[in-house]
């Protein structure tokens, strides 16, 4: 029972994001949208991130340097590795312990999974901006500037919240204000 009002609640604050998003940015309701709201098909359901390919320039080179430079994806998967432990242990727990049958099981996992997805994003933005503070360094504040006003005028415009949820890239925008502070 308290399994299916969870699921209800995270159907309905989904819905909530979604309206706060087209308010916002004036995104278009798509198949996607709707995809987003099912539990568990929201979980594989992909978000397009660019409407238009971005010319990509010097900047966004040292960026993509700077994360093997800082070696993000070794770090990014280490940290995947231990989510995905963390996931197996609590579905033999639920199944062991707690007697739940697998689809259950799985929903649990589903809902558990929420907080640690957005801390998941939540850390790949911490490397985004990372490689864009070394793509500066290595570049100078105008090629910054125009490489992610280039960025951000191809990619689908979403709030923070929104991103934050479902990106593990920040928006152009945000990485514009934090890198250049504008
Ligand atoms: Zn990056």
């Avoid at 997805?117 to 105008?142: I, M, P």
Wanted: contains cysteine.
């Amino acid at each position: 029972m308290l399994l299916v009002i969870l699921l209800c609640l995270e159907f309905v604050l989904r819905l909530v994001l979604e309206v706060r998003e087209c308010r916002a940015v004036q995104a278009r309701v798509n198949a996607f949208t709707v995809m987003r709201l099912i539990p568990l098909v929201n979980d594989i359901v992909p978000l397009p991130e660019n409407r238009e390919q971005p010319q990509v320039g010097n900047f966004v080179a040292m960026h993509e340097e700077g994360h093997k430079m800082l070696h993000h994806s070794i770090l990014r998967n280490l940290v995947k590795v231990a989510i995905a432990l963390v996931a197996i242990w609590f579905l033999a727990a639920l199944m062991v312990r707690w007697q739940a049958n697998f689809v259950e099981a799985v929903l649990w996992l589903h809902l558990a999974a929420i907080p640690f997805r957005v801390f998941f994003h939540f850390y790949c933005w911490t490397q985004e901006y990372e490689a864009d503070g070394y793509a500066l360094k290595k570049t100078d504040k105008k090629i910054a500037k125009n490489a992610l006003q280039e960025l951000a005028r191809c990619e689908y415009p979403h709030t923070p919240l929104f991103a934050l949820v479902y990106r593990e890239h920040p928006t152009a925008v945000l990485r514009k204000k934090r890198l250049l502070n504008k």
